[in-house]
């Protein structure tokens, strides 16, 4: 064999070498490589698993029997019983000698109806909103602003009183809101115990209508017997805003109110 025979046998031999060792590194390297995501995988669906199992074990702990709903339909009936006997019973008691005459007014039997036709409306979502599937759409939604608005913009229809001493006019308006309050107080219970038997989905949403049905029904109440309830800017002020300030109480409240949340930390887990 000539000296060039031998190189290119050199040569080929030292190729195949080369070749041979760099398709065993790639092989070692391609397999190491699926050992480790193989490893990793395993480890992740192990975390999962155990996050998983504590999640089941904290929720059938927390888990616990209870009774059916009523229809919302019998619900509101008895929401309506309770609220229209407080306010209904406080009216009786403290009316006006001029309210039966002033029924016979427009304005005067409009802004009374509009306050209860309102109130109502606000009841029959929150006792809907307790069930899933049934919270207030979008429509419910703003037909609500819309009732509650011109309630509150029949207000505008009343006389502007002369403030005269700013004293007496905050002490005045002062107990009728207290009144206000108080009078709503028993409604407004009554619709976040409701809520809070049930499954709100928005529960923020659903608790700031519990606050204005309550409040709006203390207000129609209130229409009958203040004595000031002509006088448009001690309406506003001592009347309206508190159907307002429920509502935000009621939304800030909520969690706390109807159904407190609890967290979950995977890690502590």
Same mark, same amino acid.
């Given at each position: ?47 999962? &698993? ?53 029924? &016979? ?8 109806? &509009? ?20 919270? %207030? ?13 011109? &309630? ?34 028993? %409604? ?82």
């Amino acid at each position: 064999m000539n000296t060039g025979e031998k190189d290119r046998s050199q040569r080929g031999g030292t190729d195949r070498s080369q070749r041979g060792d760099g398709d065993r590194s790639q092989r070692g390297d391609g397999d190491r490589s699926q050992r480790g995501d193989g490893d990793r995988s395993q480890r992740g669906d192990g975390d999962r &698993s155990r996050q998983h199992e504590a999640l089941v074990s904290r929720l059938v702990a927390d888990a616990h029997p209870v009774r059916r709903l009523w229809p919302p339909a019998v619900r509101m009936a008895v929401w309506m019983a309770l609220a229209a006997a407080t306010a209904g019973v406080f009216a009786a008691r403290n009316h006006l000698p001029t309210t039966g005459t002033r029924l &016979s007014e427009p304005l005067f039997a409009t802004q009374v109806a &509009s306050l209860l036709v309102a109130a109502c409306w606000c009841g029959w979502l929150t006792l809907c909103a307790a069930v899933p599937g049934r919270e %207030p759409r979008t429509p419910a939604v703003v037909a609500t602003i819309l009732l509650v608005g011109s &309630s509150i913009l029949l207000a505008f229809g009343l006389a502007p009183e002369t403030l005269g001493d700013p004293r007496s006019f905050v002490q005045t308006g002062t107990m009728c809101t207290g009144v206000t309050l108080g009078l709503g107080s028993i %409604p407004w219970i009554a619709g976040l115990v409701a809520l809070r038997r049930g499954a709100p989905v928005g529960p923020r949403l659903a608790a700031a209508l519990a606050g204005s049905a309550a409040l709006l029904t203390a207000a129609a109440a209130m229409r009958t017997v203040c004595p000031l309830g002509d006088a448009r800017w001690h309406w506003l002020a001592w009347h309206v805003l508190p159907i307002a300030a429920a509502a935000v109480v009621s939304a800030a409240l909520a969690h706390h109110l109807i159904r407190p949340q609890r967290k979950f930390d995977f890690e502590e887990a």
